[in-house]
């Protein structure tokens, strides 16, 4: 009697195991269904709600393609000139590290630091001080280049004049006339900081990691005044160091002098000969060497092909914005509509 219980409930609970898988794959199944259905009902919603506002789509995105063509054509046209250069031989400057690194530890018993020893690489620091306020603002005022910086707003390749604007210049009288605050401090000439903002961004110089060549370039209205700006950058920074080094050996060797004439240290005396020889190396390659720092590799030229704005990509990018944002503002009306 016993036994035939025990068969009945085990005969009971295979069947209600059996009849709970069922009823679970039954459930992954509507499950899926029901997902399956969702998607595609959310799929076929966005469709319908994309279909629906098409012409506000068309109509934004056809503004935003319109409006970005006429940006790139009012934009003028700007030339690339590269200049390609190569840092110039520094054996004097190497000479006297090595002399720093031989004699540093008897020439300090004098007073004298000369340095570590390792070769100063005169080309890196000429590519950072080219980029700095100082030095570009005694560039435009050597050159006098205050109007084509500031007042330009373009070229007339017919008769290779720049355009000014009226509104900054005026070319009949010579004379700034833009409106100015005078309770900020402001003049109707652009200030050094107003030119140095202007003229940075047109200028790029960038070495070769590989070949250890310079390459500096300027980007403007006009490709010959381009041309004219890079050849001009090249002197100017290499008068610059040349006439910096020319000043500091010539003070090198009245102190060695002076120096030499203080002391009876035979091995002394000994060192400040060798330095000054070496300054006055150094003089010596200041006076007669025109690149002293970058040696022009290949010149820079006049470029006959604009290098930017790139108009076709300007449009495209105009174009792909306002079909993106007419999709998101249709979204947004078709669910608070919901």
């Not at 720093?100 to 340095?115: E, K, M, P, T, V």
């Not at 008068?239 to 030499?260: M, P, W």
């Amino acid at each position: 009697m016993t036994d035939n219980k025990l068969n009945q409930l085990e005969e009971k609970n295979k069947q209600l195991e059996a009849n709970l898988q069922s009823l679970s794959a039954m459930n992954a199944q509507l499950s899926t269904n029901a997902y399956s259905s969702d998607d595609e009902i959310d799929l076929r919603e966005l469709w319908n709600a994309i279909w629906q506002g098409k012409w506000l789509i068309i109509g934004i995105t056809s503004i935003f393609a319109v409006a970005s063509v006429i940006y790139a054509l009012s934009l003028p046209d700007e030339y690339k000139s590269t200049v390609l250069l190569a840092p110039a031989s520094s054996s004097s400057s190497s000479s006297l590290s090595k002399l720093g690194g031989q004699f540093g530890g008897l020439a300090s018993l004098a007073g004298i630091n000369l340095g570590s020893g390792g070769a100063e690489d005169k080309s890196v620091i000429a590519m950072e001080i080219i980029k700095t306020w100082d030095f570009l603002e005694a560039f435009i005022v050597d050159n006098n280049i205050q109007v084509e910086i500031f007042a330009a707003e373009g070229w007339d390749r017919n008769s290779n004049q720049l355009l000014i604007d009226p509104d900054l210049f005026d070319m009949k009288s010579n004379k700034w006339v833009r409106k100015f605050d005078t309770g900020r401090g402001e003049k109707s000439e652009p200030s050094s900081w107003e030119l140095f903002e202007e003229i940075k961004d047109r200028i790029s110089i960038s070495q070769d990691k590989t070949s250890g060549l310079i390459s500096l370039s300027v980007d403007y209205y006009s490709p010959v005044i381009a041309k004219e700006w890079a050849d001009k950058l090249v002197k100017s920074i290499n008068f610059h160091l040349q006439k910096q080094d020319r000043e500091e050996a010539t003070k090198s060797i009245a102190y060695l002098n002076k120096k030499i004439k203080e002391t009876n240290i035979t091995d002394m005396q000994s060192v400040f000969y060798q330095l000054i020889e070496e300054q006055t190396k150094t003089l010596m390659l200041a006076e007669v060497s025109d690149e002293y720092v970058f040696r022009t590799l290949s010149p820079a030229k006049v470029a006959e092909e604009k290098a930017k704005p790139k108009r076709a990509l300007i449009a495209i990018l105009g174009f792909l914005l306002g079909g993106m944002l007419a999709v998101i503002i249709v979204f947004i009306r078709h669910f608070r509509q919901k």
